[in-house]
């Protein structure tokens, strides 16, 4: 049973799927994965190729729930400061005055986040895990909510940095958009007006309400045999022979925050084992590392983390999840 807070706003989230369904053709569980991720209060890391559509994803997704939205295209001279902020000496008031970096937002779009050099890169870490920035030893909170998309291309590789392990624990999950199928690219050809498709977007949500939705969504229940079915295919991660490294504790607190959240995009108020399953492989991708036997059998992550998804028994659910 539904809250009736719950009861208004998830009708508002169905309309927000809607609207950027409208925009970006033929990838309804990808950007259903998305709003489930913000849902959860997670950033989310996009690895996909130029022109598949992320930047448009960003721009719906911040229209849809009136969130303000910045863009910063890293490049290799791109400053920390650009991020969080810098002070400037104003001769007339005779006293240095704060400049918002580009973090103060509700939505940001760091954009290609692996062609900035290691300390931008790092700039990133305390606004995305306190949603907090400290700047001439004073430290400001951003707006609430706060969420990130990050892009980086696999291809093309020169000139880029590798995120640093501890920046890649912070994005809850990970995927990849990939190509339109072929009747959503023809329909996106044929639509192509004089204006960008994305400012036909309707508002049918704001921030705050954004918010709420993310305090109820800790409330959902979850069943002790849950969290053992869910912390035992964390752990067989950490143990499994093609992988030379498993996933973090922080992995474990995304894993549960994701299932909470796809159960209650799922119009429950507790937590099934599908949920945690549905969730594992974007949780877990991008924190474990293949051993070097698995790349040379070109096996995938994917591949590997549904077979433990598989050996993991799926425990008995009662009436209601109880």
């Not at 949603?131 to 093309?156: H, M, S, W, Y």
Request: aromatic share 8%; glycine share 6%; charged share 25%.
């Amino acid at each position: 049973m539904r809250t009736k807070t719950e009861q208004t706003l998830y009708p508002a989230i169905l309309q927000v799927l809607e609207q950027v369904n409208h925009v970006i053709l033929g990838k309804k569980e990808e950007i259903k994965e998305i709003m489930t991720a913000f849902l959860a209060n997670g950033h989310v890391l996009l690895e996909d190729i130029p022109g598949v559509g992320k930047t448009t994803l960003a721009v719906a997704f911040s229209r849809a729930m009136q969130l303000d939205y910045r863009r910063v295209q890293f490049t290799p001279d791109v400053l920390p400061s650009d991020l969080t902020g810098f002070s400037v000496y104003r001769r007339e008031n005779e006293k240095f005055v704060y400049q918002p970096g580009s973090v103060f937002c509700n939505l940001l779009l760091a954009d290609e986040i692996n062609r900035t050099s290691p300390k931008t890169q790092s700039a990133l870490l305390e606004v995305m895990e306190e949603r907090k920035v400290t700047v001439d030893g004073v430290t400001r909170d951003v707006p609430d909510p706060f969420l990130v998309i990050a892009t980086q291309n696999p291809a093309g590789t020169a000139g880029t940095q590798y995120l640093p392990e501890a920046q890649m624990d912070r994005f809850m999950i990970s995927m990849s958009l990939g190509y339109p199928d072929y009747e959503s690219e023809l329909s996106m050809a044929k639509e192509i007006g004089p204006e960008e498709k994305y400012k036909e977007v309707q508002p049918v949500l704001t921030g705050s309400m954004l918010s709420k939705i993310q305090r109820e969504v800790y409330q959902v229940y979850m069943k002790d045999v849950i969290y053992d079915y869910l912390l035992q295919m964390v752990r067989a991660a950490r143990s499994h022979e093609d992988l030379s490294r498993g996933a973090s504790p922080r992995a474990t607190i995304a894993l549960v925050k994701m299932a909470k959240a796809s159960a209650w995009m799922s119009g429950r108020n507790y937590v099934t084992p599908w949920d945690v399953s549905s969730q594992f492989s974007y949780v877990a991708a991008h924190r474990v590392l293949l051993s070097g036997r698995s790349q040379m059998e070109r096996k995938t992550k994917k591949q590997i983390l549904q077979k433990i998804i598989e050996t993991v028994e799926v425990p008995p659910m009662g009436e209601g999840g109880r």
